[in-house]
């Protein structure tokens, strides 16, 4: 009976994010901004999933931020603040119960880091490409 709950709820949650994309109601923060550093965190979604993407600056005067609900086909990024001592960076895949984080863990914010997303929603996987 939980388990079944659980699927009722991602099930809701992949049609609300669905929804939101394709009303173009959307909305995405503004990149970090404090101080451009010229190097970025960017991401392209060839998955079958909406995916949402937040990061969480350490030591930094720019605010967190977050992309919301990428479609498959999709690219961002969002540029590192030259005062950042670190950065968490959760990836969250729309309507995944479980599965694999595919978070990337970054520690070395002197130069660009970019991803490819790709996968089902049960089964993402996010690979490392050339910025």
């Not at 914010?109 to 910025?131: A, M, Q, R, V």
Request: include cysteine; proline fraction near 4%; aromatic fraction near 10%.
């Amino acid at each position: 009976m939980r388990n079944a709950r659980n699927i009722k709820k991602s099930v809701a949650y992949g049609a609300a994010a669905l929804s939101l994309a394709l009303g173009g109601a959307v909305m995405t923060a503004p990149s970090a901004s404090a101080a451009g550093s010229g190097k970025y965190i960017g991401f392209t979604n060839n998955g079958w999933f909406l995916v949402d993407t937040c990061y969480h600056w350490k030591n930094s005067a720019t605010s967190d931020s977050c992309d919301y609900a990428k479609p498959k086909g999709t690219d961002w990024r969002v540029e590192i603040p030259d005062d950042a001592k670190g950065v968490r960076v959760e990836v969250t895949v729309a309507a995944q119960i479980g599965g694999g984080n595919v978070s990337p863990q970054i520690t070395d914010l002197g130069k660009g880091h970019c991803y490819e997303l790709s996968g089902y929603t049960f089964n993402p996987k996010i690979t490392d490409k050339g910025c």
